[in-house]
């Protein structure tokens, strides 16, 4: 990977520099592409469950569906192929990273439609395949993003990038979120026949990824990815080779770091209470009586802003305070909106209780994201694997919604809610008492004197 073209600080920066630089071509193709990443990931997650509930299927079968966001987590073990090797004919005409981008949408489109038009009574295996598909479509797209906003954004644009990333990101998952719930909803009342209610919605959703589609096209390919392509040329060696150079070479950089399996443990449990958490928080809305307009219209009105105003809060915070501090500060947080919902549980259903939980829960829930992206960022620190190390770690953090989630079904019913929601917080504990450790063996002190992890 190149030096990025503007690596020392520019004196004399107004506030007006640090506004405008969001609307640099190359850091708005970086929004349009965090849009595109954050769109499916409700589609084979909490939108899905929506309709699962809706359509009345079994809590923990919905709980088991979490299961289908296992390409998430397994997305490094093909993230070195979209390192080491060429799209056919796309990467001649766009370049390596852009043809992987197009190629990885075009699939999601195809399979967010497919998903939508199965039958959760009738076939919920096929609902589950086509959530898988979804996942693994969308984790490439994400293993792509991440190379291509390190390797695109010069020094000066990288903070604005991952800011406004982790905005549009927010935004996507909130279009296909509550605003795919509200949509079904709205459906519903222009007497459209229940059975093509979900598929229309999906379909919808699917056009959303023409977003980053052509935020794909418009983009510039990085000169670090074309120079990398023509050095490729010159190389020795089939691709199998190649591409075993590169996992072995990302895996063995990480792994023989300081504290490596502690920064990984660390890694999985972070945001564990909140992917728990989530998982049932649309269920157990519905389960209190209120309706599925009602909670996308929360959602995506005063949710929308707290999620926004979390985000730019997080980066605040990470900017002013060191890494440690600030990841403390993520962790009490996200403890603490998961009680918000034990509260929640015992008040009369209105309107203003609701709001007061989600917003609640989004503002915690973008601050612990914002500042852990920031963590995960300074973790990769070595330029010639930062896709594949990146996707190992987000692979890992993603474990919280996958294998751990998969039986929050179960535990609702065997705890009933306000004990769940009070042990998804307790989760937190353990991460707690790796990042006391991490902090003595001056991890944080390393990652922020660029040493490495």
Known sequence: ??????????????????????????????????????????????????????????????????????????????????????????????GRRRAWLIASQLVLMAAIVFLGTRD????????????????????TQDIVVDAYRVQALPTDEQAAGMAGYVAAYRIGMLASG????????????????????WPLAYAAAALLVLVGLFGSIVAREPQSAR????????????????????????????????????????????????????????????SLGYSKATYAAIVKGVGLAALLAGGFAGGAVARALPLSTALWIAAFLQMGSN????????????????????????????????????????????????????????????????????????MVKLLDWPLFFIATSLTALPALMLLVWLQRRGHFRSLENGNGS
């Open 1 to 94: 990977m190149s030096a990025p073209t503007q690596s020392e600080p520019q004196p004399g920066r107004s506030y007006l520099d640090a506004l405008t630089v969001y609307l640099r071509p190359s850091v708005l193709v970086i929004m349009l592409l965090g849009f595109s990443s954050g769109l499916p990931l409700a589609l084979s997650g909490e939108t899905l469950r929506v309709w699962m509930a809706d359509s009345g299927v079994d809590l923990g079968t919905i709980g088991l569906l979490s299961l289908a966001g296992l390409p998430y987590t397994l997305k490094f073990l093909w993230a070195p192929v979209v390192d080491a090797w060429q799209v056919p004919f796309l990467s001649r005409h766009f």
């Open 120 to 139: 959760p009574i009738s076939a919920p295996w096929m609902i589950g395949l086509g959530a898988v598909i979804v996942a693994m479509a969308s984790a």
């Open 178 to 197: 509550a605003g795919v719930i509200g949509f079904s909803a709205w459906l519903e009342t222009q007497g459209i026949p229940t059975a093509s209610v």
């Open 227 to 286: 120079d990398l392509a023509a050095a490729e040329q010159d190389k020795e060696g089939s691709p199998i080779y190649r591409l075993f150079e590169t996992a072995r070479g990302a895996f063995a950089d990480f792994l023989t770091s300081d504290a490596a399996l502690a920064v990984l443990a660390f890694v999985i449990l972070f945001k564990l209470c909140d992917a728990l958490a989530g998982t049932m928080t649309a269920p157990f809305v519905l």
């Open 339 to 410: 009680l918000v919902f034990v509260w929640l549980g015992y008040q009369t259903p209105s309107a203003g209780a609701l709001t007061v939980a989600i917003v609640v829960e989004n503002f915690a829930g973008a601050i612990g994201t914002v500042i852990f992206v920031a963590y995960l960022s300074a973790l990769c620190r070595n330029p010639l694997h930062t896709a594949t190390q990146y996707a190992l770690l987000t692979a890992l953090a993603s474990t919280g919604r996958t294998f751990f989630a998969s039986g929050t079904g179960y």
